[in-house]
């Protein structure tokens, strides 16, 4: 089944203990993403990779990196998270090109204490 | 500033109604406009995906219309379910040499039995 997995679902944590969220896709596909929704926010980008050791920043970057060492991973890992990194994450992955279908995982619900 | 406004943001109808919900967007330059649902604490999921020449596309009950001229689409809904209720999300795609989606927040549609 083609899937984005994303683990864990759900993280509580302590301001400053660095966590990482893992993402997987099975498709093959080159683009893979990293968004954040918070309520009355519409989804916003944080990091997008188009393939390979090819990463580069969303909209909201701060505070976050990435790393794609493989086609299928693109873990997201806060170093140093705060209160205001609380949210909930998506990880998605398309091909590269335009207008095709980007699937999404299941989405990781994030507390930062 | 590329945007994207949806309305209204919350709507209720009765199981078996149909309904329309708005997206008008100024995003450039156009690449093409998606629409989402997603479901209480998952992930979006593509409903469909149109370019510049096309006006309308179905899946299922699901209509879209896009209105490149007026830069506003619709998704209209027909013979509701319960399971529509969820959240329906306008993606506008702009063409940077690479695809930049902008995400609207959403309408949220609640049916009700």
């Known amino acids: 089944e083609a899937q984005v997995t994303q683990n864990p679902r759900y993280l509580i944590t302590v301001t400053g203990k660095k966590l990482t969220v893992t993402c997987s896709q099975n498709?093959?596909?080159?683009?893979m993403s990293w968004y954040r929704q918070d309520p009355g926010l519409g989804l916003r980008q944080i990091y997008y990779?188009?393939?390979?050791?090819?990463?580069d920043k969303g909209d909201v970057p701060e505070g976050y990196k990435v790393s794609r060492k493989e086609k299928r991973n693109f873990p997201l890992i806060l170093e140093s998270p705060s209160p205001n990194q609380t949210s909930l994450y998506f990880c998605?992955?398309?091909?590269?090109?335009?207008?095709?279908?980007?699937?999404f995982g299941p989405g990781t619900r994030l507390t930062v204490t | 500033k590329n945007q994207v406004e949806q309305s209204p943001q919350s709507l209720i109808i009765l199981e078996g109604k149909n309904c329309t919900l708005q997206?008008?967007?100024?995003?450039?330059?156009?690449?093409?406009l998606r629409w989402y649902k997603q479901d209480t604490g998952r992930g979006p999921v593509s409903l469909t995906i149109?370019?510049?020449?096309?006006n309308t596309k179905s899946n299922g009950r699901y209509t879209a219309t896009l209105d490149a001229d007026t830069k506003q689409s619709s998704l209209h809904i027909t013979a509701s379910q319960l399971s529509d209720s969820a959240s329906y999300i306008c993606v506008v795609s702009a063409d940077f040499g690479n695809e930049k989606l902008t995400f609207g927040t959403g309408t949220r549609l609640t049916i009700i039995p």
């Open positions: 990779s188009m393939n390979v050791e090819v990463t």
């Open positions: 498709m093959n596909h080159e683009y």
């Open positions: 997206c008008n967007y100024t995003v450039s330059p156009f690449s093409n």
């Open positions: 998605a992955s398309r091909n590269s090109g335009f207008s095709y279908e980007q699937y």
């Open positions: 149109m370019t510049f020449s096309e």
